[in-house]
């Protein structure tokens, strides 16, 4: 079993940046880890990814080119840094991990690991 704890999040206005953190404990993350968000009402959905070995780096189109996904293996610790960001980003942001990227970036269901959430409010 592994255990995520995000961190980072909070208030930050519109154009500002943040960096989410994403520690995994217990055990290693399984092959993927990433991030999901909801905003208040709607549907958790796929923010970005990245494959544990290797590298891969996967995004939703919503935040490609304004978020990046790094990874520290020694710290077994994966990163969100949102730049530019806009009030629609505003949501509880969940860190998560699972074996397939087909499954993360196309369904919330079925997700092996989840972390609790982090709430990123963005001002306009």
């Known amino acids: 079993q592994v255990q995520l704890v995000e961190s980072g999040g909070g208030l930050v206005q519109a154009g500002g940046s943040l960096r989410l953190s994403c520690e995994a404990s217990?055990?290693?993350?399984?092959?993927?880890v990433g991030w999901f968000r909801q905003a208040p009402g709607k549907e958790r959905e796929f923010v970005s990814a990245?494959?544990?070995?290797?590298?891969?780096?996967y995004y939703a189109d919503s935040v490609k080119g304004r978020f990046t996904i790094s990874r520290d293996n020694a710290k077994n610790t994966v990163y969100l840094q949102m730049n530019s960001l806009k009030p629609e980003d505003t949501a509880i942001y969940y860190c998560?991990?699972?074996?397939?990227?087909?499954?993360?970036?196309?369904?919330?269901?079925?997700?092996?690991?989840w972390g609790k959430g982090t709430l990123v409010t963005v001002s306009s």
């Open positions: 998560a991990s699972d074996g397939s990227i087909m499954k993360m970036q196309t369904s919330t269901s079925g997700v092996d690991y």
């Open positions: 217990g055990r290693a993350f399984s092959t993927y």
């Open positions: 990245i494959r544990w070995y290797g590298g891969n780096t």
